[in-house]
């Protein structure tokens, strides 16, 4: 269906542009912007077939007289979608020149740790070359109209610190034990090198675990909480299969993950790094059993060694104190609900 561009006021002015808009964080921070009442712009690579419905927000079609264009609306607003792959550098330079955005939060990644052992050279092309592209991109406009930049990276670039190292603080010596890990360590090296050599205002997060609903279930309570809801739904068996359960996690849900990157978006100063996570770490175990408490049906646990990573780190928590007192955020959802959320959302495929 072709529509008539509304959209147009999405275009002429200063849009914020989300990479990676069609991700599981992606999702959560449109919402938040839209309903902010904040023009927003995606980008997400082509190939696969959009969504039809993400989240709240449902695809209208394509837009007329903007070429590449695609449009999501919601009850709190829409946001326009473009497919660009990140790696297409020419490609991405002449999307961002007609865009020309205020704020560009970069999400868009192969995001999966585990992911990373079977794929590492694809993870580094996205999350290495991708950022280049991105930043080259952004540089070529005139400085005065540069954006600021979140560029997204992740605790598992800190890697097992040992425990008279926890929590973690941003200074911690990196020690990466995924392909993943150290494909972001680099993403944040290049954000402090452009900074340094250009001044283009980037603020970098090292984000630790987050879940919520819509997740992949290439993660794990994600992929518990889909076993669950099938075995409720009779689609399944009740017995369920898990990998390690035994490493602590400093957790999340991605609606505070959110919170935070917008928080800092306003308040952040450019050139540094902030952890963003809770303080606090529990096993996978604990989240497992929480979830098991919430089934309606009786559910049994088998470990499943495929499910586990050649190297994994026993435990990651950080400390959040740099984040808070520049932005005054602070967590507002409890593990419990987070995962009662989880599943519910896997329980709606199943209805
Ligand atoms: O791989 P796909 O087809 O699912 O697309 C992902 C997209 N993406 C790209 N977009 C443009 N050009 C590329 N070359 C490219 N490669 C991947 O980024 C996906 O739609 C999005 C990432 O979403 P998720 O995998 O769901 O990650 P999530 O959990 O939203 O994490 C956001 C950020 C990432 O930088 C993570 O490394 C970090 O938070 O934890």
């Known amino acids: 269906m072709l529509i008539q561009p509304e959209a147009d006021v999405i275009l002429s002015g200063p849009c914020n542009l989300v990479t990676g808009a069609l991700g599981f964080v992606g999702r959560h921070l449109l919402r938040s912007l839209v309903a902010a009442g904040i023009p927003c712009v995606g980008i997400d690579r082509p190939g696969r077939d959009l969504p039809p419905r993400l989240g709240l927000f449902v695809l209208d079609g394509q837009v007329e007289g903007i070429e590449g264009a695609v449009r999501y609306v919601g009850p709190l607003g829409d946001f326009l979608l473009f497919r660009q792959d990140l790696l297409d550098g020419p490609g991405l330079s002449a999307l961002i020149d007609r865009l020309r955005p205020v704020m560009v939060y970069h999400l868009a990644a192969q995001s999966s740790a585990g992911a990373s052992f079977a794929d590492p050279s694809g993870t580094f092309t996205t999350n290495v070359t991708g950022t280049v592209n991105l930043y080259e991109a952004i540089r070529a406009l005139p400085d005065v109209e540069w954006p600021i930049i979140l560029s997204v990276g992740s605790a598992e670039e800190y890697g097992p610190q040992g425990?008279?190292?926890?929590?973690?603080?941003?200074?911690?010596?990196?020690?990466?034990?995924?392909?993943?890990?150290?494909?972001?360590?680099?993403?944040?090296?290049?954000?402090?090198?452009?900074?340094?050599?250009?001044?283009?205002?980037?603020?970098?997060?090292?984000?630790?675990?987050?879940?919520?609903?819509?997740?992949?279930?290439?993660?794990?309570?994600?992929?518990?909480?889909?076993?669950?809801?099938?075995?409720?739904?009779?689609?399944?068996?009740?017995?369920?299969?898990?990998?390690?359960?035994?490493?602590?996690?400093?957790?999340?849900?991605?609606?505070?993950?959110?919170?935070?990157?917008?928080?800092?978006?306003?308040?952040?100063?450019?050139?540094?790094?902030?952890?963003?996570?809770?303080?606090?770490?529990?096993?996978?175990?604990?989240?497992?059993?929480?979830?098991?408490?919430?089934?309606?049906?009786?559910?049994?646990?088998?470990?499943?060694?495929?499910?586990?990573?050649?190297?994994?780190?026993?435990?990651?928590?950080?400390?959040?104190?740099?984040?808070?007192?520049?932005?005054?955020?602070?967590?507002?959802?409890?593990?419990?609900?987070?995962?009662?959320?989880?599943?519910?959302?896997?329980?709606?495929?199943?209805?």
């Not at 076993?227 to 996690?249: K, M, N, Y």
């Not at 100063?269 to 979830?291: F, H």
């Not at 984040?323 to 709606?348: C, F, I, N």
């Open 163 to 351: 425990d008279p190292g926890l929590p973690i603080g941003e200074d911690a010596p990196l020690r990466p034990i995924s392909p993943y890990g150290v494909s972001k360590v680099a993403q944040t090296l290049l954000s402090q090198q452009y900074v340094t050599s250009w001044q283009l205002p980037i603020i970098a997060v090292r984000s630790f675990s987050h879940t919520g609903p819509g997740q992949d279930t290439r993660f794990a309570f994600p992929a518990f909480a889909r076993q669950i809801a099938a075995a409720e739904a009779g689609s399944g068996p009740s017995q369920i299969l898990v990998g390690d359960l035994t490493a602590r996690r400093d957790f999340l849900d991605v609606r505070d993950v959110v919170d935070a990157y917008r928080s800092l978006m306003k308040e952040g100063r450019p050139g540094e790094v902030y952890n963003v996570c809770s303080g606090t770490a529990d096993t996978i175990q604990q989240g497992l059993d929480t979830l098991i408490r919430c089934a309606t049906t009786k559910i049994s646990v088998r470990k499943d060694p495929e499910l586990c990573r050649p190297s994994d780190i026993p435990i990651l928590l950080g400390d959040n104190s740099k984040l808070v007192a520049d932005t005054g955020w602070s967590p507002q959802y409890e593990m419990k609900q987070t995962l009662e959320d989880v599943l519910a959302a896997s329980r709606e495929e199943f209805s």
